[in-house]
């Protein structure tokens, strides 16, 4: 697991942008597994930045998202059909059917969830992960006990997760209770795994996922098992880090060091 260390959000971001941008220079018809939720917003402004300025190309990419929330169809306002359409396949005008989400409306959420994970491999797998971390450490919507061999499937949703996403929805708006999503061992055949998080908030699930026992406690300490993890951080996030001191020496200011 390689941790980078950034001096602040802004940072933060742009090295995770510089990431999937290398990737997408080196293969543009990359397969990439995208993420939505507060975390993901400036990432996905600034690579729509970059795309209009001509330094990237994302018209030859396939992309699956994480998850979708069952019950809302992608029209919905609060879908995650509907944050990727309004804040990266829409403003570059990405071809849909190389955009792929769970339908949440699908009348059987689990054949859908078996569905997705199929056309994955049809695709060749996910060359990079991109990844957000909840409070209590779920990635996706793997929630704490989540078998760390799980396919794409239905979750029901803590009480936590749903008081985090309330934010969203607005006031006569009931969060789902379930969603379909990608499971962790959909992650772990991933290419590349990369996870932003930012905040004093996630610095307690950080601490846990990278020096932490693998446990379903926390689904994402699932990720030390990844053979290319990269955790992008901010300061703050990565505050309860016991080991912070070896991973700034290793990557200084997050950046990589040549050998020699």
């Known amino acids: 697991m390689k941790i980078l260390i950034l001096p602040d959000p802004a940072a933060a971001v742009a090295r995770c942008v510089e990431i999937i941008a290398q990737t997408l220079n080196e293969k543009p018809q990359a ?3 995208l993420a939505t939720g507060g ?9 729509v930045e970059r795309a209009r300025a001509g330094e990237i190309a994302l018209d030859r990419m396939t992309s699956f998202n994480l998850d979708e929330y069952v019950g809302l169809p992608p029209e919905h306002s609060q879908s995650y059909h509907s944050y990727m359409r309004d804040r990266l396949f829409g403003p570059l005008g990405l071809d849909p059917s190389r955009t792929h989400l769970p339908r949440g409306d699908a009348p059987d959420p689990a054949a859908e969830a078996a569905r997705f994970d199929a056309a994955i491999a049809q695709a060749g797998g996910i060359d990079l992960q991109l990844l957000g971390i909840g409070g209590n450490g779920h990635i996706g919507f793997n929630e704490p006990s989540s078998s760390l061999a799980s396919p794409t499937r239905v979750k029901t949703l803590t009480l936590a997760t749903r008081e985090a996403n309330a934010r969203f929805f607005g006031p ?3 969060v789902p209770r379930f969603a379909i999503t990608m499971g962790i061992a959909t992650i ?11 905040g004093t908030k996630k610095a307690t699930a950080v601490a846990a996922m990278a020096e932490g026992p693998l446990s379903a406690r926390c689904p994402a300490s699932a990720l030390q098992l990844h053979p290319r993890a990269t955790i992008v951080l901010d300061a703050d996030a990565a505050a309860d880090l016991e080991l912070r001191q070896y991973y700034e020496t290793v990557h200084p200011q997050g950046q990589e060091v040549a050998l020699g």
């Open 31 to 33: 397969v990439l597994g």
């Open 188 to 198: 772990l055949r991933s290419r590349h795994a990369v996870l932003l998080a930012t």
């Open 172 to 174: 006569e708006e009931t």
């Open 39 to 47: 975390t993901m917003e400036p990432v996905y402004a600034r690579l």
